[in-house]
């Protein structure tokens, strides 16, 4: 059977073997997965959710029953006060471009306590000059790197005094960097005193990748605005594009305001036919993130038996779906995300190559054979060719499908 496949005994064997390590790990996923399962559903019950919301509207949008539907149950979900969730977003990064302008003036400051944030926003802040930055708009850039994998406490705390800081952004996942990703017990610690030395301070979270790891949102914890895609956690591989901001419901009106104009803000926009899509796809969320997860662990402990650096290791305490493979070797970075890319169902045949992909700064290698482009909920894997040669893998619609593409990546490591 795994010879149509063209998976090696060997590899078939070791992963076998390695599954049998992970169960308990396997256990407490299925135990997160069940409660996230219960919030959904008792969200679709609150919310009434009836056949009418799969409706489509088109021109300005008004009155859509569904998107209304939507954000209501986006909003419970993620424990917010209220959610814009788009098709117009383009991206995550979209998003978070789309917050930033929405919550910043020139002047302000904005200021990330968790390093620098993901390579794409480098033109956004302005860290990398781009005449429509925030930066060329007059708003102010800082950021604090992270001590030991958590907040710097201390100079967070002295840097607040001595300044006056508009917002703060906070970056959970981990991006292309080699830091570990921010759990919702230190997010919580950090906006608690951000919030003792100066409440009026605009604590936003990128919360990508992050989504029903756990069974607590940055926004039960004290966050003023949380941010993600729906080609990530949420749309759990069916909304085929598309992205929330979530949180206080002044600051989501000043969002909506920007992403379409002052005056209609979210009360615009339509749907096109999407609502069905996103709706089934925050249904499945949870179970989807749960065999993201389970890949991601498996893939961790077989890394790890073959003796390559990992990150987090597999019986560690997960905080979003991304699993690091530290390789110090470009060809091995790059065998093993051709492998992935072959063990997906869609362009298998395509030979992945490094190039330079807009929004970074070196060149990329990546691996995404998924149904919707781009999809990282979807089996996928990618990393800048740059020292120490990281692959950051990532997602699966079912376990059986992320074990069998792991097994083909495996190979490839180990006779190409």
Known sequence: MYQDLQISEKTVQLVMNAEKDCREEFAKIDEVEYKNSLKVLSSFHKNEITESHFNATSGYGYNDLGRDGIEAVFRDVLGAEKALVRSQFISGSHALNVCFFALLRPGDLLLSISGKPYDTLDEVIGIKENPSSLKSFGVLYDQIELVDNDFDYERIEGYLKNHKVKVIEIQRSKGYSTRKSISIEKVEKVISLIKKI?????????????????????????????????????????APNGAYIAGRSDLIDLCAERLTLPGEGAEVGPTLGINKQILQGIFMAPSVVASSLKTAILTSRVLEKLGYEVEPGYQEDRVDIVQNIIFRDSNKLVQFTRGIQEGSPIDSNAIVEAWDMPGYQDKVVMASGSFTQGSSIELSCDGPIREPYIAYMQGSLTYNYGKLGLMKAVDNLLFK
Request: with cysteine.
């Open 198 to 238: 100066d409440s009026s301070v605009i604590v936003m979270v990128d919360n990508c990748y992050c989504e029903m790891v756990g069974t607590k949102e940055p926004t039960e914890v004290g966050a003023d605005v949380i941010v993600g895609s729906l080609i990530k956690n949420l749309g759990g591989g069916i």
